[in-house]
């Protein structure tokens, strides 16, 4: 079976507190007048230092993510009020100690009801102008009420910052109370420092005119198979401030309700994951705080899906990276999810008891095997099979890159070499397996950890199957 593993974030284990009761006695029913305990409801999360947050508030995103974990600190030099800020010294691309900062600040308690606010709210400033994600709701979790915007505009003057909450009813114990990402795509890869003051949940009370969306707001078809799982995509919410200016956040799935017009035919979860029950067609359709969300999903069921086709080769001559039929090496992740700029995310599942990888929403993906790393040096080529549904874009561009770390046996050394394989959409035919074959031409094959995918020149490729990758003699 597969080792899959999918490194979104270092996850840290949290104990999640238990509403206390109370009971009159263990012979009389609970009384009308008891009430279930309330978690704290403290807006502030930093002033002049943390508020409530765990000892070590700032929690960095994983280092073996790319993510520098050397730029945050505290300025008594610069406050929008009082006497401090969280500075932020946001790192060049080719920092050693890594390409881009981001942070979750954690409540130090068991969660915080936060039902009695409608947006997250911080003053920022940076050194220049910039583009930075904020958001809350990442607890290290369940990550269930995730909220946040990749769009927050920085300038040399403190700006007040405001994010939404979608529905606040749902706030009754959270323990994500802020996060942040930043690299320099926005300044052309130079670093910068921002600053960030004032970080609190308010109730604002002119936050009005809420426009829910999934895919986009786009009426999307797709074909689906039986078992097979499709995610929802595209989910945000659509907000007008009180100074006229319309915010748009990217929303979690849980903030929705979700509703199959056939649930024989398609059931929709609360993570917003529609499974495949029957043959036909149903429509998804969703709302928030029962504001209908714009854009629907259409399934087409039409039955079992078609596997890839069976291996053949001697399993003597295979390195496996993915497939049932072959003993796999030891895998890091097959979906790294390199933050903050890849939007590709996973939605594997099994057919008929193969397993099968899957990706939506996709940019970018890397398939990471560097524990250790293949020797390749006998293997001439790389084998795979790909299914694209539903249609082929006429201007595909699809790279694969095949990534040696060289000696030193780390990614981004300075003896890595890389092979790049372009496809375009003659390559493929749609709702069917292509098989691609891939010379390897490396100088040097003994340290291969990392296969890459990417959507190049424009290419709206958005979702595709793997399966059977391994190289071969």
């Not at 080769?313 to 496996?320: E, H, K």
């Not at 970018?364 to 006998?378: I, K, L, M, R």
């Not at 082929?392 to 394989?421: C, E, K, Y």
Request: net charge negative; charged share 15%; glycine share 10%.
């Amino acid at each position: 079976m597969k080792n899959s593993k999918n490194l979104y974030l270092k996850k840290i284990s949290v104990v999640m507190a238990i509403l206390l009761t109370t009971v009159i006695s263990c012979e009389r029913e609970l009384s009308e007048d008891a009430v279930f305990a309330e978690f704290g409801s403290n807006a502030e999360i930093y002033t002049d230092a943390p508020v409530g947050l765990t000892d070590q508030f700032f929690t960095s995103f994983d280092p073996n993510q790319g993510a520098n974990t050397q730029g945050f600190g505290t300025d008594n030099n610069e406050a929008y009020l009082g006497s401090s800020s969280i500075r932020i010294d946001v790192p060049q691309p080719n920092d050693p100690d890594g390409g881009f900062i981001g942070g979750i600040f954690l409540d130090r308690g068991q969660g915080r009801n936060l039902t009695g606010y409608d947006a997250l709210t911080f003053w920022a400033k940076g050194s220049t102008t910039a583009i930075i994600e904020a958001g809350f709701g990442t607890d290290f979790s369940e990550d269930k009420f995730v909220v946040g915007t990749k769009n927050v505009v920085l300038s040399t003057d403190w700006r007040k910052i405001i994010i939404p909450i979608p529905d606040e009813s749902k706030l009754i114990q959270e323990k994500g109370m802020f996060l942040f990402s930043a690299g320099t795509q926005s300044t052309g890869g130079v670093g910068y420092t921002f600053w960030m003051d004032e970080l609190k949940f308010e109730k604002l009370g002119t936050i009005a005119q809420p426009r829910p969306s999934i895919f986009n707001g786009e009426d999307v078809v797709q074909t689906a198979f039986l078992g097979a799982p499709v995610p929802v995509t595209g989910l945000t919410e659509t907000f007008n401030l009180g100074s006229g200016v319309n915010q748009t956040v990217n929303v979690a799935p849980s903030y929705f309700t979700f509703k199959s017009s056939d649930t024989n035919i398609a059931l929709v979860s609360e993570r917003g994951v529609v499974t495949i029950v029957g043959i036909g067609s149903a429509v998804i359709t969703a709302s928030i705080n029962g504001v209908p969300a714009e854009g629907s999903l259409t399934v087409n069921s039409g039955g079992n899906f078609d596997l890839a086709p069976t291996p053949t080769r001697d399993p003597g001559t295979v390195i496996s990276i993915y497939s049932d039929h072959y003993t796999n090496v030891p895998v890091d992740f097959y979906n790294g999810f390199w933050e903050p700029f890849q939007t590709t995310e996973s939605a594997d599942f099994i057919a008929n008891g193969d397993n099968i990888l899957g990706y939506t929403n996709f940019n970018f993906v890397g398939n990471q095997f560097a524990n250790p790393t293949v020797d390749a040096t006998v293997k001439s080529n790389l084998h795979l099979n790909m299914y694209i549904p539903d249609n082929i874009p006429a201007n595909l561009d699809f790279l694969i890159s095949v990534v040696d770390f060289g000696a030193d046996g780390v990614d981004g050394g300075t003896d890595d070499l890389r092979q790049q394989i372009f496809f375009n959409s003659s390559d493929f035919v749609a709702d069917e397996w292509s098989t691609l074959e891939i010379p390897l031409t490396l100088a040097n094959r003994s340290h291969i950890g990392l296969i890459i995918y990417e959507n190049v020149n424009g290419s709206p490729l958005t979702d595709f199957y793997l399966d059977n990758i391994y190289f071969y003699e």
